[in-house]
């Protein structure tokens, strides 16, 4: 069974400082992986998916199949990026057996970054 | 994009007692799902309702705790059955529509008492 990790529950920053938020897979075949994002009173969502090779908010995340590893990068980190962020998995295999199923996600535990002025 | 409205936002129940949360979507999908998120915890995947056949639930969740109806397109029901505190949790309704991405609803938040 796949699994997702994030070692760290709480991240400070000061605004204007590089941010990355860690997050670690375990899966014997290839994933699809995400970064899903809830702001204060706001519900999940989601922020970035490696598919799409996007650049969201300023965020970047590159997946790093020797490491196993999905991290999320913003150079300058911003108070409005205070959220929780969770990085989530679904395995091709899902994907692709019969249509899509892009709501069938394994998620980490989740981090809560803090931006502080 | 995808509207999830769910009800109730949030609930205090007697253990022994059931809940039933609800979800509408905007618009048709194929599928929903439920998730749960207990306290600390990350979001696990209870179950996938498609409409016209019975709930695919995960590895840990049966129908008798968790029994799952979708009698339409854009409707969904989750119940909580014979609720323990360890049942407290956070419970999402999630939609996938045409897109490479999941929907969800605000949640729903139960506290068993």
């Known amino acids: 069974a796949q699994r997702v990790t994030q070692p760290e529950k709480l991240l400070s920053v000061f605004k204007g400082a590089p941010v990355e938020l860690k997050c670690n897979y375990s899966?014997?075949?290839?994933?699809?992986l995400f970064w899903y994002v809830q702001y204060s009173r706001q519900r999940l969502q989601l922020l970035l998916r490696h598919i799409s090779r996007e650049s969201i908010k300023g965020f970047t995340a590159d997946l790093n199949k020797g490491e196993t590893s999905f991290h999320l990068k913003k150079p300058f980190a911003q108070e409005e990026d205070s959220a929780m962020y969770y990085c989530a998995l679904i395995p091709f295999t899902i994907l692709y057996a019969g249509g899509t199923s892009y709501g069938k996600l394994t998620f980490g535990q989740g981090t809560i970054l803090t931006v502080h002025p | 994009s995808a509207v999830i409205s769910q009800k109730p936002s949030r609930d205090i129940c007697q253990r022994g007692t059931s809940l039933t949360i609800q979800c509408q979507v905007d618009s048709q999908v194929t599928m929903m799902f439920w998730y749960r998120q207990q306290p600390g915890q990350s979001l696990t995947l209870i179950a996938t309702?498609?409409?016209?056949?019975?709930?695919?639930?995960e590895s840990g969740f049966v129908i008798d705790k968790f029994p799952i109806s979708r009698p339409n397109l854009t409707f969904s029901t989750l119940t909580v059955s014979n609720m323990s505190p360890e049942d407290s949790s956070i419970y999402l309704c999630?939609?996938?529509?045409?897109?490479?991405?999941?929907?969800f609803g605000q949640g729903t938040r139960l506290t068993v008492v």
């Open positions: 309702a498609n409409q016209g056949s019975e709930a695919t639930y």
């Open positions: 899966y014997s075949g290839s994933p699809e």
């Open positions: 999630s939609v996938e529509r045409g897109s490479t991405e999941a929907f």
